[in-house]
T-cell receptor, first 117, second 114 residues
Framework: DAGVIQSPRHEVTEMGQEVTLRCKPI?????LFWYRQTMMRGLELLIY????????DSGMPEDRFSAKMPNASFSTLKIQPSEPRDSAVYFC???????????????FGPGTRLTVL | AQKVTQAQTEISVVEKEDVTLDCVYE???????LFWYKQPPSGELVFLIR??????QNEISGRYSWNFQKSTSSFNFTITASQVVDSAVYFC???????????FGAGTTVTVRA
């Protein structure tokens, strides 16, 4: 079974440009999470979806960030306009519903390393 | 409020030594889940182990073992007979039944020297 797939793996852009990160969750998983990892703040949740519906977006830093999940197999995280402080590694993770034993463990994609110049 | 605390920032050992990583958590939920993830130098996050709050049985899986104690809110992780490939950042994480997101600790960098 393929794991969580993220693209691109690396992204370098200039301040003010729009950035779109993509994620394909593990087939059959109905929860999808976007996390960000920085040296200053560590790993933090940005937003998560259940059955394509956003459940908690309280971690989204500001209106420049938006996330969508148009179907069960695809999600995007968009930053517009990007700023140098957005430079980080962005992880996507997926899982089954909680309370189902080991199956609700969150499995992570390889991450997208974003650099905003 | 910090939900997961990993007091050790860095640990350096010689190959074949045992390594124990400390994790202390905070939650008001009676049902919660604890995890350890590994992040090798390549950068991906790899799931290692998981424990439910209602199961305090400690287990061993290969060279990994864990000690879950609700009384002290601790979930420590041990690597037995460490190997160079164990060099990574190890994260302890908490997921609560009422708040499904993972709260991560700051991570402990483990360096295993040959």
């Amino acid at each position: 079974d393929a794991g969580v797939i993220q693209s691109p793996r690396h992204e370098v852009t200039e301040m003010g440009q729009e950035v779109t990160l993509r994620c394909k969750p593990i087939s059959g998983h109905d929860y999808l999470f976007w996390y960000r990892q920085t040296m200053m703040r560590g790993l933090e949740l940005l937003i998560y979806f259940n059955n394509n519906v956003p459940i908690d977006d309280s971690g989204m830093p500001e209106d420049r960030f938006s996330a969508k999940m148009p179907n069960a197999s695809f999600s995007t995280l968009k930053i517009q306009p990007s700023e140098p402080r957005d430079s980080a590694v962005y992880f996507c993770a997926s899982s089954l519903a909680p309370g189902q034993g080991m199956t609700d463990t969150q499995y992570f994609g390889p991450g997208t390393r974003l650099t905003v110049l | 409020a910090q939900k997961v605390t990993q007091a050790q920032t860095e640990i350096s050992v010689v190959e074949k030594e045992d390594v124990t990583l400390d994790c202390v958590y905070e939650t008001r939920d009676t049902t919660y889940y604890l995890f350890w993830y590994k992040q090798p130098p390549s950068g991906e996050l790899v799931f290692l182990i998981r424990r439910n709050s209602f199961d305090e049985q400690n287990e061993i899986s290969g060279r990994y073992s864990w000690n879950f104690q609700k009384s002290t809110s601790s979930f420590n992780f041990t690597i037995t007979a460490s190997q160079v490939v164990d060099s990574a950042v190890y994260f302890c994480a908490l997921s609560e039944f009422t708040d499904y997101k993972l709260s991560f600790g700051a991570g402990t960098t483990v360096t295993v020297r040959a």
